[in-house]
């Protein structure tokens, strides 16, 4: 994680919630912002709910899966001034950092891979054979858009990156996929962030140099791993974190839930 420091912020899942996210930002005057996906937009675009932390600087971001509920929704997330600053699917240079960002999140309908081999892999082949009623604004069906494609992670492996930010969970995480530690260590990756799971957390693999940043709903997490605000739901997750991670598989590491000072 050396590679950050405390003046980035990870945003997690806002839900509608902007308030945590623009307060820390524009309290400590961010260069960098990067938030990781759901963020319940019903009448502002993405760009005017995060006004205050684009007033202290650049503001990133990646989808999550409720993104793509709805027409409206959709417009109100990707149609707007911060469009190009969308991380995912690319690997993009900040401030000397190279972030790399995958959105979404897995579908059986495309790809689960606790269910096996993908069923599709490429969108172009997909939007083949989907027939024309199922086509929408001349591309695939809106919420197959929410999708991880296997082009879009062998695309990324194909690359070198600092930092990988996600939706999904990697597989310390009991509902993450070991996909995205596999795809972490093809990149170079000492660094995974993501939100999804609602939940704050550090976790340090016991092999490699690799650091995984979970950041809970409407939290805050700094480059360093410190939690600016934890996470709404932050302290029921917990429970449930330590005994599924208690009662399954996961990597060797160790897991630090701050919210309850927990370390194991």
């Known amino acids: 994680m050396s590679c950050l420091d405390a003046h980035w912020l990870f945003g997690g899942d806002p839900h509608g919630g902007f308030d945590p996210i623009n307060s820390i930002a524009s309290l400590t005057q961010s260069p960098v912002t990067i938030l990781l996906g759901d963020y319940g937009l019903e009448a502002q675009s993405l760009a005017e709910a995060l006004e205050p932390a684009r007033g202290a600087g650049d503001v990133y971001w990646i989808p999550g899966n409720h993104d793509y509920e709805s027409d409206a929704v959709y417009d109100l997330t990707f149609g707007h001034k ?43 082949k997909c939007l083949a054979t989907i027939g024309k009623g199922n086509v929408w604004r001349e ?31 990697p597989s310390c995480h009991p509902l993450g996929f070991a996909v995205i530690d596999d795809l972490a260590r093809a990149m170079g990756v000492g660094l995974i962030v993501h939100g999804h799971t609602h939940l704050t957390y550090r976790f340090d693999a016991a092999e490699g140099d690799l650091t995984v940043l979970g950041v809970g709903l409407r939290g805050v997490t700094d480059g360093v791993g410190e939690a600016r605000v934890f996470g709404a739901i932050d ?7 330590r005994q599924a991670s208690a009662a399954g598989r996961r990597p060797a590491g160790r897991f630090h839930v701050p919210v309850r000072g927990w370390v194991w």
């Open 139 to 169: 591309g695939l069906p809106r919420k197959l858009r929410a999708a991880i494609w296997p082009e879009d992670v062998a695309a990324l492996k194909e690359q070198a990156a600092d930092v990988l930010v996600t939706h999904e969970a």
């Open 235 to 241: 302290y029921g997750k917990a429970k449930q974190l």
């Open 82 to 124: 911060l469009a190009q600053h969308n991380l995912h699917g690319c690997v993009t240079t900040i401030g000397g950092v190279r972030v790399a960002g995958l959105g979404g999140h897995f579908q059986g309908r495309v790809w689960h891979p606790r269910s096996g081999k993908p069923r599709e892999r490429t969108r172009a």
